[in-house]
C-alpha cells in the first residue's frame, strides 16, 4: 500500500504541474484535462491513505496536504467554470505545492486515530479548514499578484476566493468548539492553535466590514490573513516549544 500512495502522489503532482505548464502557455483546455487527471489521481491517494490508515485520513499533516487538492475542486467549478474568474493556474499552483509537501513527509502508514479524533465532529470539522485554508491560499496568490499587471481582475479573484473561505472558515471554528465540549469538556480552553485560529478568522472579518472598495488596506488584510492561516496550520504545529491540545495532528 506505502508504494501506491507515493506512485499516486508523485502522479497527482505531475499532473498538478503540467496544468500549470499549460495555463502559463495559455491553452487553458489541455490544462483543464491535467486538472481532471490530477483529481482522478487524487482520488486514488484519498482511497490508499483511507486503508492504510483504516480511519478517515485527515488525522496528520500528510493526510491533509494529500487532501488540499480535492478540497479545492468545487471552488474550481465554481469560481473558473462558472463565474470566469482567473484561478485554474494558481489552484493548479497551489495543488502542486501541498503535493510536494506531502512527498517530503513521512509516510505514517501506521498512524491511528487518536481518541480525541474518533468524533462524528472530525470529518466535518478538517474538511471546513481544509477547503477554507485552500480558497485562502488562492486568495493570498491573487492579492500579491495585484501588484502587477491586470489588477482590478486580480484584486476581484482574491475577493471571490475569500468571500467563498470565510463560511467554511467560520464553520470549522464553530464545530471545533462543539468538539472541544465533547472531547476535553469545555468550548473554549486557550490552547495555540484556538487562539491562532481566532485570530485568522478576525482578520478575514476585519477585511469584510472594516474597509470598502479595493484599497491598499484591504489587500494587506488579505496578505496577513494569509501568514496567520501559515502560522496556524504549520508553525503552531511544528514549532518545538509548542505546548497544544492539537499535538496528535503533528
Excluded at 5 to 11: D, E, K, L, Q, R
Excluded at 60 to 83: D, E, G, S, Y
Excluded at 208 to 233: A, P
Aim: glycine share 6%.
Amino acid at each position: 500500500m506505502n508504494a501506491f500512495i507515493v506512485i499516486f502522489t508523485s502522479a497527482s503532482a505531475v499532473a498538478f504541474s503540467a496544468a500549470c505548464a499549460a495555463f502559463c502557455l495559455s491553452s487553458g483546455r489541455r490544462g483543464n484535462y491535467f486538472l481532471l487527471f490530477g483529481w482522478s489521481f487524487c482520488i486514488l491517494l484519498f482511497a490508499s491513505n483511507a486503508v492504510a490508515a483504516q480511519a478517515p485520513p485527515f488525522g496528520n499533516m500528510r493526510h491533509v496536504l494529500c487532501f488540499f487538492p480535492l478540497a479545492l475542486a468545487p471552488a474550481w467549478w465554481l469560481l473558473v467554470r462558472k463565474r470566469h474568474l482567473p484561478l485554474d493556474g494558481p489552484i493548479a499552483g497551489a495543488a502542486v505545492v501541498s503535493l510536494i509537501g506531502a512527498l517530503c513527509m513521512p509516510l505514517q502508514a501506521g498512524w491511528r486515530q487518536a481518541p480525541a479524533l474518533q468524533s462524528p465532529w472530525f470529518v466535518p470539522h478538517v474538511v471546513s479548514y481544509v477547503i477554507s485554508y485552500g480558497l485562502l491560499a488562492i486568495s493570498f496568490v491573487c492579492a500579491v499578484g495585484a501588484f502587477g499587471e491586470k489588477r482590478d481582475l486580480r484584486l476581484r479573484a482574491a475577493d471571490a476566493a475569500a468571500r467563498f473561505a470565510f463560511p467554511f472558515m467560520t464553520f470549522g471554528l464553530c464545530s471545533g468548539a462543539l468538539w472541544a465540549d465533547v472531547a476535553w469538556g469545555r468550548y473554549w480552553s486557550w490552547d495555540i492553535k484556538e487562539v491562532w485560529s481566532l485570530i485568522t478568522w478576525l482578520v478575514y472579518l476585519t477585511y469584510f466590514h472594516l474597509f470598502t472598495g479595493e484599497t491598499r488596506e484591504r489587500r494587506g488584510l488579505l496578505i496577513l490573513g494569509f501568514v496567520c492561516v501559515i502560522i496556524t496550520f504549520v508553525v503552531v504545529n511544528f514549532a518545538p516549544s509548542s505546548e497544544s491540545l492539537h499535538s496528535y495532528a503533528r
